[in-house]
Nanobody
Framework: EVQLVESGGGLVQAGGSLRLSCAVSGSTDEDYAIGWVRQAPGKEREVVSSISTFDVDTWYADSVKGRFTTSSDNAKKMVYLQMNSLKPEDTAVYFC?????????????????WGQGTQVTVSS
C-alpha cells in the first residue's frame, strides 16, 4: 500500500515551465513504477511518463518527449515531472500513479494507486 500526493499544478502561459511533485508514502519496500497520467476533457487518459524509483528507468509518451522530464529522489521519496515548453494541449489534470512492478507501465488502467490530481492549465 502506498499513498501519493501531487502538487505543483497551476496556470502558465504557452512556452512556460512547471514542475510537479509527487510525495510517496506507505510501504515502498518493493519495486514500483511511478507514472504521471493526465486526463483532459474529452480525451482518453494518457500516461505521459513512467519511472522506476529503484532502477531509474524512464519512459515518455511521444506527445511530451523532449519537453518533459521525470525524476526521483528515493531518499526523500519524491517523484518529479519537469514540464518545459508547455503547450495549450498539455492542459489537463495530472495524476501521480503507482503500481508494484518490475517493469515500466505505460497503460493507465494498470496502475493501482493514484493521487488526487493537480490541475495544469496552459494558456495561449
Amino acid at each position: 500500500e502506498v499513498q501519493l500526493v501531487e502538487s505543483g499544478g497551476g496556470l502558465v502561459q504557452a512556452g512556460g515551465s512547471l514542475r510537479l511533485s509527487c510525495a510517496v508514502s506507505g510501504s515502498t519496500d518493493e519495486d514500483y513504477a511511478i507514472g504521471w497520467v493526465r486526463q483532459a476533457p474529452g480525451k482518453e487518459r494518457e500516461v505521459v511518463s513512467s519511472i522506476s524509483t529503484f532502477d531509474v528507468d524512464t519512459w515518455y509518451a511521444d506527445s511530451v518527449k523532449g519537453r518533459f522530464t521525470t525524476s526521483s529522489d528515493n531518499a526523500k521519496k519524491m517523484v518529479y515531472l519537469q514540464m518545459n515548453s508547455l503547450k495549450p494541449e498539455d492542459t489537463a489534470v495530472y495524476f501521480c500513479a503507482a503500481v508494484s512492478t518490475t517493469i515500466l507501465i505505460v497503460h493507465p488502467w494498470l496502475y493501482t494507486y493514484w493521487g488526487q490530481g493537480t490541475q495544469v492549465t496552459v494558456s495561449s
